[in-house]
């Protein structure tokens, strides 16, 4: 019955692809594909960035370096073949000259190949793994990588009373980074892990391993969890009374995701993240950030998803302003090496060795503001490099 | 280890409740039908929608969880199964899937994909503490309680009453129990309806444990079909005694050995219809 059940799914996500590619023939204007997860259980990243990158092109116009940018989105529903195909149905039957999204990191890897062999710039707006640039020339990044969000918190752990830790992670390649960079950095600072829980990513249940870490009777719980995951276990870990037991909540600021921060309830309060972007972020470019997107999207609040689509539109402009309009692979990423910027998260730069991000990475702390949740930020780590060192 | 066992006890408590419609369905009807957690989901989110929206109070959007979906069941058998009722196994699958994607399609256009977060009512929260290392999750309690309380009085209405007799009689021979003048379209309506309706409210309950989206009746659905095949068709215990074993299992596969903790389940699977293939309590096929 199973067999019949895949065998299904994959005949209706062929007709929905096939429905979806057809269209568009003009040439003119210049097309940037944009890939992401727009439904299933990955949608609030693909709705987050999207917002982003409508509001950008509202905000800047949708022209550049005399250029047309139209936009040619498509849903990969979070599935690798998907993106790839995607990838390769925009480049060659669409002629998008520039591929961006990418919503996890397993989707990112899927599309790589096609822009090598394409040449056709590739820019990360949302997967966190570190070693992602190195899978293809043309790729840009401007989200974040989780050793850059990982190292701090470990940094300021061992500093803050908080020398036993048992770490928590989704087992796929964001989670094991951040377990490395975290294991490392905290031990090479004399702390001590006393357990580690790898959590499958499909159907993850959480509470046996909330409960195995509370057994553990660490100091605090390391948690890295895909964007959207974080009200599940903040459930578990208030549920089983882990805060009673003296156990701090601590991790890059994934699972305090502003998009679901504030349904987390009391629970939350407390948690002490290390990451690049809080709604709550006190800059006058945020709080324009913040109240525009929420006039566009009635009742959305912007989270680090968003803020990646936001400056992957920014790069993109940016670099066409300097190619004057030319998207030729090598020359688009000679551009992109060194840029720099100020982004509603701080300033921002592409590395010009490894074409990944450097940016400010806060300590934040969950606190109710105004009877909302919100990362409340309380110091920084000036451009952190990608690798978090 | 305790709080292991208990956790398991809970979880396979709520995946009986989620299950139990489609051991009766399959049992007792002889119908494949894997649109069954598409009831357990809108159960699920019609707890959601009268919690969040309109802010009903938890303990009384459980007993809508259980009519909506009771009623949806209703209607859809009477409209749509009963056609299908004689046709072959694979109709049905083709069926039923279809009202799969139809439902996942639904839910995700009216309620986005993304997980639905509640907060259950604050004397519901936390855990207590019982012996050292043993700590009881009151809402598992809870949980723990009422799926007794159904699981009890289920098997008292399909022992002890007129219904229950009527209904195993249909089963056994629907041809002479109509000649004796019972209804059974009307008994296997009200049978789909409950079924549905537990799912439904099995649902709603799972909301807190499990992850609710659009793509729950498909994700769960290997669950139910492990409880259905393991604990075999057409009876309360079968399932209950499935769902508590799967439960445990999964749990404490996922606590001791969680590397490998999600296979766990299959194993034991494997194991008990090596052992016994027709099921735990399943009676050998009498056609």
């Given at each position: 019955?199973?067999?019949?059940?895949?065998?299904?799914?994959v005949?209706a996500?062929l007709?929905?692809?096939?429905?979806?590619?057809?269209?568009?023939y003009?040439?003119?204007?210049?097309?940037?594909?944009l890939?992401?997860?727009?439904?299933g259980p990955?949608?609030?990243?693909?709705r987050?960035?999207?917002?982003?990158?409508k509001?950008?092109?509202?905000?800047?116009?949708d022209?550049?370096?005399?250029?047309?940018?139209e936009?040619?989105?498509?849903?990969?529903?979070n599935?690798?073949?998907?993106?790839?195909?995607?990838?390769?149905?925009?480049?060659t039957?669409?002629?998008?000259?520039?591929?961006?999204?990418?919503?996890?990191?397993?989707?990112?890897?899927?599309?790589?190949?096609i822009?090598?062999?394409?040449?056709?710039?590739?820019i990360?707006m949302?997967?966190?793994t570190l070693?992602?640039?190195?899978?293809?020339?043309?790729?840009?990044r401007?989200?974040?990588?989780l050793?850059?969000?990982s190292?701090p918190i470990?940094?300021?752990?061992?500093?803050h009373g908080?020398?036993k830790?048992?770490t928590l992670?989704?087992?796929y390649?964001p989670?094991?980074?951040?377990?490395?960079?975290f294991?490392n950095?905290?031990?090479?600072?004399?702390g001590?892990?006393?357990g580690?829980a790898?959590?499958p990513?499909?159907?993850p249940?959480y509470a046996?391993?909330?409960?195995r870490?509370?057994?553990a009777?660490?100091?605090?719980?390391?948690v890295?969890?895909p964007?959207?995951?974080?009200?599940?276990?903040?459930?578990?870990?208030a549920e089983?009374?882990?805060?009673?037991?003296?156990?701090?909540?601590?991790g890059?600021?994934?699972?305090?995701?502003?998009?679901i921060?504030?349904?987390?309830?009391d629970a939350?309060?407390?948690?002490?993240?290390?990451h690049?972007?809080?709604?709550?972020?006190p800059?006058?470019?945020?709080?324009?950030?913040?109240?525009?997107?929420?006039k566009?999207?009635p009742?959305m609040?912007?989270?680090?998803?968003s803020v990646?689509?936001?400056?992957?539109?920014?790069?993109?402009?940016?670099?066409?302003?300097?190619t004057?309009g030319?998207?030729?692979?090598?020359?688009?990423?000679?551009?992109a090496?060194g840029?720099?910027?100020v982004?509603?998260?701080g300033?921002?730069?592409?590395?010009?060795r490894t074409?990944?991000?450097i940016?400010?990475?806060?300590m934040?702390e969950?606190?109710?503001?105004?009877g909302h949740?919100?990362?409340?930020?309380?110091?920084?780590?000036?451009?952190?490099?990608?690798?978090g060192? | 280890?305790l709080t292991?066992?208990?956790d398991?006890?809970a979880s396979?408590?709520?995946?009986?409740l989620l299950?139990?419609g489609?051991s009766?369905?399959?049992?007792?009807m002889?119908?494949?039908?894997?649109?069954?957690g598409?009831?357990?989901m809108?159960g699920?989110?019609v707890?959601?929608v009268?919690?969040?929206?309109?802010?009903?109070?938890?303990l009384?959007?459980?007993?809508?969880?259980?009519?909506?979906?009771?009623?949806?069941?209703?209607?859809?058998?009477?409209?749509?199964?009963?056609?299908?009722?004689?046709?072959?196994?694979?109709?049905?699958?083709?069926?039923?899937?279809g009202?799969?994607?139809?439902?996942m399609?639904t839910a995700?256009?009216?309620?986005?994909?993304q997980h639905?977060?509640i907060?259950?009512?604050p004397?519901?929260?936390g855990q207590?503490h019982?012996?050292?290392?043993f700590?009881?999750?009151i809402?598992r309690l809870?949980?723990?309680?009422?799926c007794?309380?159904?699981?009890?009085f289920?098997h008292l209405?399909?022992m002890r009453?007129?219904?229950g007799?009527?209904l195993?009689?249909?089963?056994?021979?629907?041809?002479?129990?109509r000649?004796?003048?019972i209804?059974?379209n009307?008994?296997?309506?009200?049978?789909?309806?409950?079924?549905?309706?537990?799912?439904?409210l099995?649902?709603?309950?799972?909301i807190?444990?499990?992850n609710?989206?659009?793509?729950?009746?498909?994700?769960f659905?290997?669950?139910?079909?492990?409880?259905?095949?393991?604990?075999?068709?057409?009876?309360v215990s079968?399932p209950?005694a499935a769902?508590?074993i799967?439960?445990?299992f999964?749990?404490?596969?996922?606590?001791y050995?969680?590397q490998?903790?999600?296979?766990?389940?299959?194993?034991?699977?494997?194991?008990?219809?090596?052992?016994?293939?027709q099921?735990l309590f399943g009676?050998r096929?009498?056609?």
């Amino acid at each position: 019955m199973m067999d019949r059940l895949s065998f299904r799914l994959v005949v209706a996500a062929l007709a929905l692809g096939v429905l979806m590619s057809t269209g568009a023939y003009a040439q003119q204007p210049l097309k940037i594909g944009l890939i992401l997860p727009m439904t299933g259980p990955f949608a609030s990243t693909g709705r987050q960035v999207t917002a982003a990158v409508k509001l950008y092109i509202a905000e800047h116009g949708d022209v550049v370096a005399g250029r047309k940018i139209e936009v040619l989105l498509r849903d990969d529903t979070n599935a690798p073949e998907t993106t790839k195909r995607f990838a390769q149905e925009l480049v060659t039957n669409d002629h998008a000259e520039i591929l961006t999204g990418f919503g996890l990191t397993p989707l990112a890897f899927a599309a790589a190949p096609i822009a090598t062999a394409a040449k056709v710039p590739m820019i990360v707006m949302s997967a966190g793994t570190l070693v992602i640039p190195e899978k293809s020339p043309y790729i840009l990044r401007t989200s974040f990588t989780l050793p850059q969000q990982s190292a701090p918190i470990a940094a300021w752990a061992t500093k803050h009373g908080i020398n036993k830790v048992f770490t928590l992670v989704t087992d796929y390649a964001p989670g094991i980074d951040a377990e490395t960079t975290f294991n490392n950095v905290f031990k090479a600072n004399g702390g001590q892990i006393v357990g580690e829980a790898r959590v499958p990513a499909q159907n993850p249940d959480y509470a046996p391993f909330i409960q195995r870490a509370k057994d553990a009777k660490p100091d605090a719980l390391f948690v890295f969890v895909p964007s959207g995951e974080g009200a599940a276990v903040m459930k578990q870990f208030a549920e089983r009374g882990l805060a009673k037991a003296g156990i701090k909540l601590i991790g890059p600021g994934d699972v305090t995701d502003d998009d679901i921060l504030d349904s987390m309830g009391d629970a939350a309060i407390g948690t002490i993240t290390s990451h690049f972007y809080s709604a709550a972020h006190p800059s006058a470019e945020n709080k324009a950030y913040v109240a525009a997107i929420e006039k566009a999207n009635p009742g959305m609040r912007p989270n680090f998803m968003s803020v990646g689509g936001w400056d992957g539109m920014e790069l993109i402009y940016e670099v066409l302003k300097k190619t004057n309009g030319s998207t030729d692979g090598d020359k688009f990423i000679a551009a992109a090496k060194g840029l720099s910027w100020v982004s509603p998260r701080g300033k921002v730069t592409i590395d010009p060795r490894t074409r990944d991000i450097i940016q400010d990475v806060y300590m934040r702390e969950v606190k109710r503001v105004s009877g909302h949740l919100y990362n409340v930020e309380f110091d920084q780590v000036a451009s952190v490099a990608p690798d978090g060192k | 280890m305790l709080t292991v066992l208990f956790d398991g006890i809970a979880s396979g408590a709520l995946l009986f409740l989620l299950a139990l419609g489609l051991s009766i369905t399959l049992g007792i009807m002889n119908f494949v039908n894997l649109a069954h957690g598409a009831f357990a989901m809108s159960g699920g989110y019609v707890a959601v929608v009268l919690l969040n929206r309109w802010g009903v109070p938890f303990l009384y959007c459980l007993p809508v969880a259980f009519v909506v979906p009771a009623l949806a069941g209703v209607v859809l058998e009477r409209t749509l199964y009963v056609r299908l009722y004689n046709a072959n196994p694979l109709d049905q699958v083709l069926f039923t899937i279809g009202i799969v994607f139809a439902s996942m399609a639904t839910a995700s256009y009216f309620m986005g994909s993304q997980h639905q977060i509640i907060q259950v009512p604050p004397f519901l929260h936390g855990q207590f503490h019982v012996l050292a290392g043993f700590d009881i999750g009151i809402y598992r309690l809870f949980l723990l309680g009422l799926c007794g309380l159904i699981a009890l009085f289920l098997h008292l209405v399909l022992m002890r009453t007129r219904f229950g007799s009527q209904l195993r009689a249909a089963v056994d021979n629907g041809r002479i129990a109509r000649g004796l003048g019972i209804n059974v379209n009307r008994l296997f309506a009200i049978t789909f309806g409950m079924g549905s309706g537990l799912a439904g409210l099995g649902g709603a309950l799972g909301i807190e444990i499990l992850n609710l989206d659009p793509v729950f009746p498909v994700k769960f659905l290997v669950y139910f079909l492990i409880v259905v095949a393991v604990g075999g068709t057409g009876t309360v215990s079968g399932p209950l005694a499935a769902a508590l074993i799967l439960g445990i299992f999964d749990v404490a596969g996922k606590y001791y050995i969680s590397q490998i903790g999600a296979f766990i389940i299959y194993a034991v699977m494997i194991v008990v219809l090596i052992w016994r293939p027709q099921g735990l309590f399943g009676r050998r096929a009498v056609h």
